[in-house]
């Protein structure tokens, strides 16, 4: 399957898990999708993935029905997308120094 294919598949998917409308409860599981989907891809760089999964939240905010209007919420949504998923990978690979005793 192709990137293109396994994107608008997986697109399909999450938008109809959100027919109901996209929450602001429903970032977080829409953030561990585009990363995941993204991590699908082994032969694409980093930056590639972290793109690829920018676009996938930028899609899924734009296909469903938010709170309130879309004028003023979408690009906020957008916007705070990237910080998110960059802090999201940082905390997988064990960047995210919370709680930790020094040694």
């Not at 990363?35 to 032969?43: P, S, T, V």
Request: glycine fraction near 6%; proline fraction near 4%; charged fraction near 25%.
């Amino acid at each position: 399957m192709s990137q293109h294919d396994a994107f608008m598949e997986h697109l399909e998917v999450v938008s109809e898990a959100l027919s109901d409308g996209f929450h602001l409860r429903d970032l977080a599981v829409v953030l561990r999708e585009a990363i995941e989907l993204a991590d699908r891809f082994g032969n694409m760089t980093g930056s590639g993935k972290r793109e690829l999964a920018i676009s996938f939240v930028k899609e899924v905010v734009a296909r469903t029905d938010g709170p309130g209007p879309d004028l003023l919420l979408d690009p906020i949504l957008e916007a705070i997308a990237p910080a998110l998923i960059d802090l999201l990978v940082a905390a997988t690979k064990g960047d995210l120094y919370v709680n930790r005793e020094e040694t």
